[in-house]
């Protein structure tokens, strides 16, 4: 049985631990002309913790944890920096993006009939096949992209733009930043990363027992039961 994607939503939710938090705020730049990025995302993985910067490239977090932080901008290679909340406290960050270049070539052009069935293969090993996962919905499969593997019977795929999966069951909105996936129709063999950050779908309350209910028996709360001798 397939729990893939659904399963990262555990971590999301449930594995934060109570941190000190700092500002964190800085610029975002073209690195070619050090023009100002405006609207570039600015997050720490795994968290719903972000900002988008203004006209102006600036950004602001006041809620900031120690993580990765992912910059990332339309057209843009993607930067990931490594923030300590108590070394940055008091700085002000400059990031500098560079343009991303072209690589169509890498791109396959299939017929419908083929990216149709691709697209069920990386639905089925990303969300998985559970109750759970179906649940949940990416809704904006025409971002994936699918490349030459360069393997037989292999798949590959990344996103240019980040995957938008909506959740009802747990009442979340996670964009998923897709860097690479692969899967092998021989072997089963799959896997893939990518950069997380997720949003609160209305009032917890309505989304409360269901999360619990996620929670307790997953493989996290087993392992936190272990270290607390439970």
């Given at each position: 049985m397939l729990t893939r994607f659904y399963n990262i939503i555990f971590c999301l939710i449930f594995s934060a631990t109570v941190c000190a938090q700092q500002n964190f705020a800085g610029r975002v730049l073209n690195e070619k002309d050090d023009t100002p990025l405006s609207g570039a995302s600015i997050y720490i993985n795994n968290t719903s913790i972000g900002s988008i910067s203004n006209d102006k490239g600036e950004f602001f977090i006041s809620n900031a944890i120690s993580g990765d932080v992912i910059i990332s901008s339309i057209g843009y290679e993607r930067l990931v920096f490594k923030l300590n909340t108590k070394e940055a406290a008091g700085k002000w960050f400059v990031f500098k993006l560079a343009k991303k270049e072209t690589m169509l070539t890498d791109v396959l052009i299939l017929p419908d009939a083929t990216r149709k069935r691709f697209l069920r293969l990386f639905t089925e090993n990303f969300l998985g096949i559970t109750e759970e996962a179906d649940m949940s919905k990416i809704t904006n499969l025409n971002a994936i992209n699918f490349a030459n593997p360069n393997e037989k019977y292999a798949i590959?795929?990344?996103?240019?733009?980040?995957?938008?999966?909506?959740?009802?069951?747990?009442?979340?909105?996670?964009?998923?930043?897709?860097?690479?996936?692969?899967?092998?129709?021989?072997?089963?063999?799959?896997?893939?990363?990518?950069?997380?950050?997720?949003?609160?779908?209305?009032?917890?309350k309505r989304w409360k027992k269901n999360r619990e209910k996620a929670y307790y028996g997953s493989t996290l709360h087993f392992f936190r039961s272990l270290i607390n001798n439970e």
């Open positions: 590959k795929a990344y996103s240019d733009t980040p995957l938008i999966i909506v959740n009802k069951k747990l009442g979340y909105t996670i964009k998923f930043e897709l860097v690479d996936f692969y899967f092998n129709e021989n072997t089963g063999q799959s896997s893939f990363y990518g950069y997380t950050r997720y949003e609160e779908m209305g009032d917890k």
